[in-house]
């Protein structure tokens, strides 16, 4: 910034003008994103709403008050958040282990390990999910809350393992080597010295799979089927099929509950310093 | 710190700071083994959950594609073992090559040159902009992408239905009423897509443009270059390595794009839109051919195995 400041009476006029066209550029291009979504925030409000956006001739927090019972919202939302924090708490577990030996011991396979890894988070898990159901069949694993974390926490686990890796390798080693002359074991230096300095980073990977779990539809969709254990993602397709030509209110108002947490969440972890852009945890 | 910055520090450690070694090298070698053993354990986890839940569907895709194996009955629980019979069907299904066509116009238009070329020039207009603009401009762009996939694949679909959003647009400056899901279905999601995924080509090119030096293109400027010449001399080759790694990781995160098409066009009309992820789901949940929708799964890891192993390799390269 500084260097734009005094580098600006130099420029004069020309910098002025290209920045007020930036600002004009970016205006417009911005309302165009945020365009479709107000369409969302409308129908929400409007007793009859439709896929028209229009201005609500009177507010109305009804389709609010329609979707608010158990079957439709609470159990639905319920199952979207068991999801989220049981593949959150398998994923930074797992990735939080395996990360100490990764980050803190010289070893001959750690290289093509990782890159293994790296190899794992590149796959589409869309193309996956046809022999996952296969496997789940043979496994006795579907319509299970339980075996669908697993399986969410293990998609996430490659890429939640060098967002960790990179976190604790920010850790200074000096720290632990107090720890371990005081005999403690590299599990306690672990636990006691280590995890506590990578609290923020920590919550990233946390927020960062809760988000992804709770958003992920393909998963649930394939892998769920019995209406108590399906997730808001997949409940609310369902009631986008059976209703979607008539409750557009209703369902304007079930996407903007269920996206809430996620605005919450993303704002609290870019606060926290986390970056969701994935090359940036794989630039290494 | 962010994690890109994080794995800079990881970099310089590899090769600079001194990690533990075994405390004892002159312990007997069995004593030894049983350490580096030990410290190996907390692997453990990761390993066993990386090996069932990846490794596993993986190898059983491979598997399962030379299988009959259905949806139901009796070929659900034991499926035979049918050769090649599932990649024959494939290679004289027409849809097979119609899906892989569709698939590489939807990378290409909707990530490769929608996303990519959208989102840097956000993030070079946004270096020139107000702050508080581009700050702003940032958030709408990412509010977008940080929406339930479900979400936005609604918003998307409202916005081109017949009495959507769009037509009322077009309406307004006097345009005839387009059905954009019928008509154009390939065309609207390829738009859907670049609303929907912009935001991370954004946040990629300004954490590689905040890492320019500002000295060089302003001594470009002095030297007289115009405002065409610095970008085109300057800025795009020093992020060059950020621009093939953006490409890549775009490419493999549209490639397996399912929910936004099946929720906005559900493959249709006709087929129109059905690419290789709706593809397999439709043959093997639709028509219960598990088998044959395995084979079009292993099609499609091949393709991103090629694109994943390029971009390590190119990570790879960038660090020797």
Redesign the interface.
């Known amino acids: 910034?500084a260097?734009?400041a005094t580098?600006a009476p130099a420029?004069g006029a020309g910098k002025t003008r290209?920045?007020r066209?930036?600002?004009i550029?970016?205006?417009l291009?911005?309302?165009?994103?945020?365009?479709?979504?107000t369409?969302?925030l409308a129908?929400s409000v409007n007793a009859d709403a439709?896929?028209?956006?229009a201005i609500p001739t009177t507010l109305t927090l009804e389709n609010f008050a329609a979707i608010m019972t158990a079957q439709q919202t609470f159990i639905p939302l319920l199952n979207s958040f068991i999801l989220a924090v049981g593949s959150a708490l398998?994923t930074v577990?797992?990735?939080v282990?395996?990360a100490?030996?990764?980050s803190?011991?010289?070893?001959r396979f750690k290289r093509p390990f990782m890159?293994t890894?790296?190899?794992?988070t590149?796959?589409?898990?869309?193309?996956?999910?046809?022999?996952?159901?296969?496997?789940f069949?043979q496994l006795n694993l579907l319509d299970s809350l339980a075996g669908t974390i697993?399986?969410m926490?293990?998609?996430f686990?490659?890429i939640a393992?060098?967002?960790t890796?990179?976190?604790m390798?920010?850790v200074p080693?000096s720290l632990e080597?107090a720890a371990?002359i005081d005999g403690a074991s590299?599990?306690k230096a672990l636990f006691y010295v280590v995890l506590p300095l990578m609290r923020p980073?920590l919550a990233?990977v946390f927020i960062f799979v809760f988000?992804e779990a709770?958003?992920?539809?393909?998963v649930p969709f394939?892998l769920l089927f019995s209406p108590d254990s399906q997730p808001a993602?997949v409940s609310?397709?369902r009631f986008?099929d059976e209703y979607g030509g008539v409750a557009?209110g209703e369902?304007a108002a079930f996407?903007i509950l269920?996206?809430l947490p996620?605005?919450v969440l993303?704002i609290v972890s870019r606060a926290l310093?986390?970056?969701?852009?994935?090359?940036?945890?794989?630039?290494? | 710190m962010s994690p890109a910055r994080a794995a800079g520090a990881t970099a310089a450690r590899d090769r600079d700071q001194p990690v533990r070694e075994a405390p004892r090298p002159r312990t007997p070698p069995a004593s030894v083994r049983l350490r580096q053993a030990v410290r190996l354990l907390p692997l453990l986890p990761a390993v066993v959950l990386l090996l069932v839940f990846l490794g596993g569907p993986i190898l059983w895709a491979f598997y399962g594609s030379f299988t009959d194996a259905g949806l139901t009955g009796a070929s659900a629980r034991n499926p035979e073992w049918i050769g090649l019979d599932n990649y024959r069907t494939l290679l004289t299904d027409p849809q097979f090559p119609h899906s892989l066509w569709l698939t590489f116009l939807f990378v290409l238009g909707s990530a490769v040159i929608g996303q990519n070329c959208l989102g840097l020039a956000l993030a070079l207009v946004m270096q020139r902009a107000n702050r508080v603009v581009a700050a702003v401009a940032g958030t709408c762009v990412v509010a977008a992408w940080v929406l339930p996939e479900i979400v936005a694949a609604f918003i998307a679909y409202a916005f081109f239905f017949r009495d959507g959003m769009l037509n009322q647009l077009t309406g307004l400056a006097g345009l005839p009423v387009v059905d954009w899901l019928y008509e154009y279905p390939m065309l609207a999601l390829v738009f859907a897509n670049i609303w929907r995924g912009t935001a991370f080509s954004m946040m990629n090119y300004q954490a590689a443009l905040n890492d320019v030096p500002p000295e060089i293109t302003e001594s470009a400027t002095i030297d007289g270059a115009g405002g065409m010449q610095r970008l085109r001399f300057i800025t795009l080759p020093m992020i060059k390595s950020s621009i093939a790694t953006n490409l890549m990781l775009i490419t493999l995160l549209t490639l397996g794009t399912f929910t936004l098409i099946y929720v906005v066009t559900g493959g249709g009309p006709l087929n129109a839109s059905t690419t290789l992820p709706i593809m397999a789901y439709e043959q093997a949940f639709q028509y219960g051919d598990i088998g044959y929708g395995t084979a079009i799964a292993v099609v499609m890891l091949l393709i991103g195995a090629v694109f994943s192993i390029a971009y390590i390799r190119m990570l790879r390269e960038r660090k020797d």
């Open positions: 910034m260097a734009v580098a420029r290209s920045a066209t930036a600002n550029v970016l205006v291009l911005a309302a165009c994103f945020l365009l479709p979504l369409w969302l129908a439709s896929y028209e956006l398998v577990t797992a990735a282990l395996a100490y030996p990764l803190r011991y010289q070893m890159y890894i790296l190899f794992g590149c796959l589409p898990i869309t193309a996956i999910m046809v022999p996952v159901y296969s496997l069949v697993f399986f926490g293990a998609t686990l490659p393992i060098w967002m890796k990179n976190f390798d920010s080693v080597e371990w590299s599990m980073g990233v988000l709770w958003g992920n539809f393909f394939i993602a609310i397709f986008f557009y369902l996407s269920y996206s996620v605005i993303y310093g986390g970056s969701f852009a994935l090359s940036g945890a794989m630039k290494g």
